[in-house]
């Protein structure tokens, strides 16, 4: 029961930073959340633990537990790594899609009828779900486990909510290029628009203004 609760305030806090209402910087106390949800300060506290180790929380002395703030160099250092990770299991779950195409293509229909109603919460659900699918598909736990790595990234997981509507569902482009190359089987062109995807993205966060980012030391 305490593992689960631990997984719980885990969910709470990772869900918070994707919906945009815990940013980059913000300060967590442990009181809060044994006050508002009712679990121990233990809980709370490994719960914390968990989120620094994944790097979504950072400890800070004098100030305590924080929502990591990246500096512009580790934001594109994290966009740089992932889109090398994502692009290979794009190339290696080309054999999985041609097997399962309707998979792919019901997911992107649904990206594009999210994107022509602009609802920006199933857009943002749908995605995760497209890169999951993605990474699954490459059938190589190493790799999955190395992309599940970056899940958790400040960046990434907060993309949608800071850039911005408008600028988030052109990415959607890209989604139908790499599902197009995937089930048609041509692993090389999956993997470049992949990559090229993930760097686009990459791109409108560096965009974004320095208030996001924390100071190069």
């Known amino acids: ?3 689960s609760n631990v997984e719980t305030v885990v969910e709470i806090i990772t869900e918070s930073v994707r919906s945009g209402r815990l940013v980059p910087g913000t300060r967590l106390v442990e009181a809060d959340y044994t006050k508002e949800f009712g679990f121990s300060r233990s809980t709370v506290r490994e719960a914390f633990q968990r989120l620094i180790s994944s790097g979504l929380l950072t400890f800070e002395r004098h100030r305590g537990v924080a929502v990591t703030k990246l500096t512009r160099k580790q934001a594109a250092d994290v966009y740089c790594v992932r889109a090398n990770l994502e692009g290979l299991a794009a190339r290696l779950g080309t ?4 097997g399962m195409p309707q998979r792919f293509l ?6 594009d009828g999210s994107v022509f109603n602009s609802d920006l919460s199933l ?9 999951s699918l993605i ?9 999955l486990q190395a992309i599940k790595r970056f899940e958790t990234s400040i960046f990434w997981l907060q993309f949608r909510v800071l850039v911005g509507q408008n600028a988030v569902f052109t990415t959607n482009d890209d989604h139908q290029v790499i599902v197009r190359a995937m089930v048609n089987g041509d692993a090389q062109a999956a993997e470049l628009a992949m ?11 560096q965009a974004l203004d320095d208030d996001y980012f924390r100071a190069d030391e």
Request: proline residues 0%.
């Open 135 to 143: 990474a699954e598909s490459a059938d190589n736990i190493y790799l």
């Open 123 to 131: 857009f943002s659900n749908l995605n995760t779900q497209f890169h």
């Open 95 to 98: 054999k999985n899609a041609q």
């Open 1 to 3: 029961m305490a593992g």
């Open 195 to 205: 990559i090229q995807h993930i760097h686009k993205a990459g791109d409108l966060v």
């Open 106 to 111: 019901r997911l992107q229909e649904e990206l």
